[in-house]
């Protein structure tokens, strides 16, 4: 049996790869979940129409306000002031439609409505 330790050579190696891995894999993973994002029908359609503001804050004012407030400065549900800084348009789209974080319900708008209501929560 050979009870040497690694040479140091070896580590060094071992760590340059493992860096040049994890460099390679961060912008494919990224590239591949826009992919995957864009891929879908629906929201494909959403950016691709032009968002009206001002046909979007009357939507949110009817499905949202009562949780996020009037001036969406967050009631019962966040603030979603600056929202577009936090979250992507996909994840704006998914966080409306999906319904996956209770008590949010899940809502179904036209694919305009949804690009106007992107539009007016981008402004904020």
């Not at 040049?20 to 826009?34: D, K």
């Not at 629906?42 to 968002?51: A, D, F, Q």
């Not at 949110?60 to 306000?65: E, I, L």
Request: proline content about 7%; aromatic content about 8%; glycine content about 8%.
């Amino acid at each position: 049996m050979n009870n040497q330790l690694i040479k140091p050579e070896t580590w060094s190696q071992w760590i340059t790869l493992s860096v040049l891995a994890i460099l390679i894999a961060i912008p494919v993973t990224i590239f591949g979940v826009q992919i995957v994002q864009t891929s879908d029908p629906y929201v494909k359609n959403v950016l691709s129409l032009t968002g009206n503001p001002v046909q979007g804050r009357a939507i949110f004012q009817a499905n949202c306000a009562g949780c996020h407030g009037w001036e969406a400065h967050g009631l019962v549900g966040p603030s979603l002031q600056a929202v577009s800084k936090r979250k992507s348009q996909y994840g704006l789209i998914h966080q409306v439609i999906s319904g996956e974080t209770p008590p949010m319900p899940k809502f179904q708008p036209s694919a305009q409505e949804m690009a106007d209501l992107l539009s007016y929560l981008e402004g904020l």
